[in-house]
């Protein structure tokens, strides 16, 4: 008997078991940055009108990562009143010195560059807001022998580029004179600085181009920290000649040094379908492994291009879940990576963990210009998905409750039930750039609970009651390429209640049975 196939199923083992899967956090988590404090690396994404703000995911192997908490969950940090859609959190930066975590961010809705910091990163308070008086946005902090020296993208006198200087991150006063690092290579869109040591230089990674289908990521080095940069005149991750790929517009790169000394990246990039160029997922978080060429600079990946699939680093990762859960209803809404906009008032969201219900008590429309309205959002990871939340149509349902495909107040598919003196209707609500569209409001048979479903698939959402399909809308809709505005988030999920009370039960519980009878 020969031995090979056995060498092969071994090799199969190695390569299976060495692989990234990416993206490596799924849906929208655009602007990844990365920390490790010897126990867990952690990984905060931006979140713009979305609050709590900045969620931080943990992983002990850089492979399974795990939601933690959110950095920004209480509104003494942030205030998100009035926040325009894509404007809000851009961008933050998280470092571990000394026991200490940092994370720096930008308030594009108002306050500009704050940092806070925590040194109980798994349930500590975070203390803050500390302003950075510095305006730029992809601010990053790089702890360098007991300071701390402060990056991010701005202008200094009158030159644009990559600017610096040395900051106290305990109060985020400058304190020495803020200096161009580097104009950048392209000059468009010089941004999200991060900058690290090696050898005896200090390396200044940054992205250009715009977060699109130009976005790349250059590096220059330094033997001093405030420059002049050497840029390498390759960019180190770049995807604009590889049209038709499935990732596009990678940038927005971090590196870490992990416990055996290898190097990796994480970056955003999107995953795209189809010819026509579309993306609804967003911005995703991927990772690369890096490694050092001859000349001393950094290689992401495959010579700067990276694979959904590819080696880098052991896991046992089992297939993508392709089912959505709306919400957990076993445990705490603060312990959930959910989503609400701008402010969510804790009184208007009233759970019941042990008989699986949630009263959601709404008050503005949820498509309300810059409103505050109450709902749960959960971002969609995968293409193909599908989910269901039930709903009491009893009387209990006062208002309007119901499920949405979101991406933004102009783009979103709406199912609302409501239960005007026994007479229980869905209605489906479609907004597409400024239009809303309110169909007109069907009547159903009267049953107390009711199963509402979304599912998504690469061409359509639909949405359902108790299984049946009452409405579809086309995936274009959904896609940053149709947007006429800035749009810097993805497509989410979730469920509300608006003008009144409606409660949602796990209609996945056994207790959850419903009719199937509409
Ligand atoms: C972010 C900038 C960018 O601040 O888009 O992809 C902006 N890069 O670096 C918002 O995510």
């Not at 126990?39 to 969620?55: G, K, L, R, V």
């Not at 009184?347 to 309300?368: F, S």
């Not at 009651?465 to 390429?481: D, K, P």
Request: hydrophobic fraction near 35%.
């Amino acid at each position: 008997m020969s031995i090979a196939p056995a060498a092969d199923v071994v090799y199969h083992w190695i390569e299976v078991r060495n692989m990234i899967h990416n993206p490596i956090i799924r849906g929208f988590n655009p602007d990844p940055s990365i920390c490790f404090d010897g126990d867990y690396y952690y990984i905060t994404t931006s979140t713009f009108e979305y609050f709590p703000a900045c969620p931080i995911y943990r992983s002990r192997d850089l492979c399974d990562w795990e939601f933690l908490r959110f950095a920004i969950d209480d509104t003494r940090l942030l205030d998100l009143k009035g926040c325009r859609n894509s404007s809000g959190i851009y961008a933050p930066t998280i470092r571990y010195n000394d026991g200490r975590y940092y994370l720096v961010t930008t308030d594009k809705n108002g306050m500009g560059n704050f940092i806070i910091h925590t040194d109980d990163i798994a349930k500590g308070r975070w203390e803050g807001p500390f302003h950075v008086r510095h305006d730029g946005i992809d601010p990053s902090l790089f702890f360098d022998g007991g300071r701390c020296f402060y990056c991010s993208n701005g202008v200094v006198d009158g030159e644009r580029g990559i600017i610096g200087a040395w900051v106290n991150p305990e109060n985020g006063r400058l304190e020495s004179d803020v200096r161009l690092l580097t104009p950048g290579l392209s000059h468009h869109a010089t941004e999200a600085p991060h900058i690290y040591r090696r050898g005896g230089f200090f390396y200044l990674l940054f992205s250009e181009g715009g977060t699109e289908y130009g976005h790349h990521c250059v590096i220059g080095r330094s033997r001093n920290i405030d420059g002049p940069y050497e840029l390498c005149s390759k960019p180190v991750l770049d995807h604009r000649d590889r049209k038709g790929h499935a990732i596009q517009a990678t940038g927005h790169a971090d590196m870490i040094k992990n416990a055996d000394g290898r190097w990796f990246a994480v970056f955003l990039a999107i995953r795209m379908f189809g010819k026509p160029l579309l993306h609804n997922l967003g911005r995703e978080t991927f990772m690369a492994d890096v490694s050092w060429n001859d000349s001393g600079w950094p290689v992401i990946g495959n010579g700067g291009f990276v694979e959904l699939e590819m080696p880098g680093i052991a896991t046992d990762k089992e297939d993508v879940e392709k089912k959505t859960t709306l919400f957990d209803f076993s445990s705490p809404l603060s312990d959930q990576n959910r989503e609400s906009l701008r402010i969510r008032r804790l009184e208007n969201y009233v759970q019941d963990i042990g008989n699986r219900r949630i009263k959601l008590h709404g008050g503005c429309g949820i498509t309300e210009e810059r409103g505050e309205p109450t709902m749960l959002l959960t971002r969609q990871t995968e293409f193909e998905t599908e989910t269901s939340i039930g709903l009491e149509t009893d009387q209990s349902l006062t208002g309007i409750g119901g499920v949405c495909v979101w991406y933004s107040n102009k783009y979103a598919l709406i199912l609302e039930i409501s239960n005007r003196n026994g007479s229980v209707c869905y209605r489906i609500v479609r907004c597409v750039h400024d239009l809303v569209h309110k169909e007109r409001r069907i009547r159903l048979k009267s049953v107390e609970r009711l199963c509402l479903g979304i599912k998504a698939d690469k061409s359509k959402y639909s949405m359902l009651i108790n299984g049946r399909t009452v409405a579809e809308a086309s995936i274009a809709n959904f896609c940053t390429e149709g947007c006429m505005e800035n749009s810097f988030t993805g497509t989410m999920l979730g469920f509300f209640a608006q003008n009144g009370d409606a409660v949602f039960f796990d209609s996945e519980s056994p207790s959850g049975h419903i009719e199937k009878t509409l």
